[in-house]
């Protein structure tokens, strides 16, 4: 990779993926860091010599340097990646009213060519330096694989099918719950033949309801507490009901009713 001769016209690159996994595929995109200082009459050329791998700078921020004069400075490509001269302007600059300008990844293919239109300097430009290097076979069918896992999933999220995953889920979640009111209703009935049938020292171990069942009544009393101590309780329906099914451990659909009648009344 060349770059200008003259000492007022800095390029920086570190690599970042070095630091990271010294056993990662040569294959990879390459990732740099990017960084130029351009001042008056010094333009910066980007080129690279190896013609194989495609390059490209994905330009983040252009900001004036702290000796930078109160003037108006402008930023423009002077060159495009088919080496045709061009007059493309990337950034307007002040140091009184904008001294730096976010172009949020704006990518050019190399070679590139920066300079002041107008202005003394100094500009700093920052960014990435990418660099896009040919896979071979097995990569290509990696990402192709890749590539269908991806369609898959966004045809999953898409914007026509995206609202009846939920109500699916919703349908889902409602029928688990009716399975295991059902199931408790059935240990309810069953319980009383077992305890009949078991002796009395087995009796304290044959009922299936949880412990802390409460009735209607004491709910509300500890309801009634909560509320005078933290000052609130659920105001969605549905939040109330999974609220009185986990904390009191009730399941009978018409005491949840009256429970949420006497909460919409308070």
């Not at 390029?11 to 990271?20: I, K, N, P």
Request: hydrophobic letters at 30%; a negative charge.
């Amino acid at each position: 990779m060349a770059y200008a001769s003259d000492p007022s016209i800095r390029a920086c690159h570190r690599s970042v993926e070095d630091l990271m996994d010294m056993d990662m595929s040569p294959l990879r995109p390459q990732n740099y860091l990017f960084c130029c200082e351009l001042k008056a009459n010094k333009d910066y050329h980007f080129k690279v010599d190896n013609n194989q791998n495609e390059h490209q700078l994905s330009l983040r921020t252009v900001s004036l340097g702290a000796g930078a004069k109160d003037e108006l400075h402008i930023v423009e490509e002077a060159m495009n990646y088919e080496g045709s001269p061009i007059k493309e302007t990337l950034a307007t600059l002040k140091m009184s009213v904008q001294p730096t300008v976010s172009l949020g990844g704006f990518e050019i293919t190399a070679p590139v060519v920066v300079r002041l239109k107008c202005g003394s300097g100094s500009v700093h430009i920052s960014g990435q330096h990418l660099v896009a290097v040919e896979e071979d076979a097995e990569s290509d069918e990696e990402e192709e694989e890749d590539v269908k896992l991806l369609s898959i999933s966004g045809k999953r999220s898409a914007p026509g099918s995206g609202s009846k995953v939920p109500q699916k889920e919703v349908k889902l979640a409602a029928d688990d719950d009716n399975d295991n009111d059902d199931d408790d209703e059935e240990a309810e009935e069953k319980a009383p033949v077992k305890k009949g049938q078991e002796s009395s020292p087995k009796q304290e171990k044959t009922p299936k309801t949880p412990k802390g069942r409460s009735s209607v009544e004491d709910i509300k009393a500890k309801m009634q507490a909560s509320i005078e101590k933290s000052g609130s309780l659920p105001k969605v329906e549905t939040k109330f009901i999974n609220y009185v099914k986990n904390c009191f451990w009730m399941t009978d659909q018409e005491a949840i009713r009256d429970l949420w009648q006497w909460r919409k009344s308070l």
